[in-house]
């Protein structure tokens, strides 16, 4: 037979194999190997398992040996202890990703392929109360505070597993279009009407649009709001105490101007507490400076306690404060009203 050579013995010699060859068997793949993470744990989860297992077995060039394309029927002589090998991989491959219930009921079986089928006989049910299930699922799934990335995956997810159950047969028609954008617009609203209520007004802006965006679009719109008031919340809580620092620091500069004109009242603190017993020696000088002068006392209304303002000059006092600027000092206009209340 072509391809078999001997050593004298009779016993024909293993043909090598190229590294593109289905039976090539690669250092790393052996029989211990995990090639995915999920576990099999029955009909709630074997399409997933299917998917992520024919995934991995396509990535090794090994999905042939579940699906029938090779068999060792059809493999040479020379190579049918290589495909021995490979099928005793493969079937390793498989029961390792199964429960321990499942693993049991499997271990004896020494053919991937019928490993294989017998899965798709036992679990690939697709009556009526899973489609109900996971349609259940999709319209009552909501954020809830958590992160927007996880919310869209687990959505996307129960999509793609509702869609695997009740995928149409294929059609170019102009019906299959506009099928095809009814099920997206059903998908957004879906994705939309589970969002948490701080997104509401991106949600309404994105509803606005014309032509409405799909989903991965919207999502997209929704991260970068999420990331912006991320940023905005954070900023706005560095940046307000020093703002309120400062308001009442220009606040107490512009009464102290004011005061230097009027006088200033006993319990005045200045804002420099370093300089408190020069400038209490000014404030004695200026209240015994009213005091002592009638004529000051006459023109401004005051009596002998200067400091106290009245209800119509302390109503002025304010007025005059919220007109004027309060990164400024009082103006001097101001200062020159003050000293004629």
């Known amino acids: 037979m072509a391809g078999e050579t001997s050593d004298g013995s009779g016993v024909p010699k293993e043909t090598p194999v190229d590294f593109d060859?289905?039976?090539?068997?690669h250092p790393s793949d052996n029989t211990v190997t995990s090639i995915i993470t999920v576990k099999l744990t029955g009909n709630e989860n074997y399409r997933l398992w299917h998917s992520a297992m024919s995934r991995g077995l396509k990535a090794r060039n090994k999905l042939g040996f579940v699906d029938g394309t090779i068999?060792?029927?059809?493999?040479?002589?020379s190579k049918a202890s290589k495909w021995e090998r490979v099928n005793a991989v493969v079937c390793n491959w498989i029961l390792g990703s199964f429960s321990e219930t499942i693993y049991a009921s499997h271990v004896y079986s020494d053919n991937a392929k019928d490993i294989w089928d017998e899965l798709f006989e036992t679990y690939n049910k697709s009556d009526g109360s899973v489609i109900f299930n996971i349609h259940q699922q999709i319209n009552t799934l909501k954020q809830n505070g958590s992160?927007?990335?996880?919310?869209?995956?687990?959505?996307?997810s129960l999509w793609k597993e509702f869609d695997g159950l009740t995928s149409l047969t294929e059609c170019v028609?102009?019906?299959a279009t506009k099928l095809n954008d009814h099920s997206k617009l059903m998908k957004l609203m879906q994705f939309l009407s589970g969002l948490d209520d701080v997104y509401n007004q991106v949600k309404s802006h994105i509803l606005l649009m014309e032509p409405l965006p799909n989903v991965k679009s919207s999502f997209s719109i929704l991260s970068r709001e999420e990331s912006l008031q991320k940023n905005g919340s954070l900023g706005s809580t560095v940046s307000s105490k020093p703002q309120v620092s400062v308001f009442n620091s220009k606040i107490n500069d512009s009464r102290q101007g004011c005061y230097k004109l009027i006088g200033y009242p006993k319990d005045f603190k200045f804002k420099n507490e370093s300089n408190n017993k020069n400038k209490s020696v000014s404030v004695n000088s200026s209240f015994a400076s009213a005091n002592n002068s009638k004529s000051v006392s006459s023109e401004s209304g005051l009596g002998s306690d200067a400091h106290f303002l009245t209800s119509e000059q302390y109503s002025k006092f304010l007025r005059l404060i919220s007109e004027n600027s309060i990164g400024d000092d009082v103006s001097a206009t101001a200062n020159m009203e003050l000293i004629n209340i």
């Open 21 to 25: 060859d289905p039976l090539y068997v």
């Open 71 to 77: 068999t060792l029927e059809g493999t040479e002589k």
């Open 173 to 175: 028609c102009e019906a």
């Open 147 to 156: 992160a927007l990335s996880n919310y869209f995956n687990k959505l996307d």
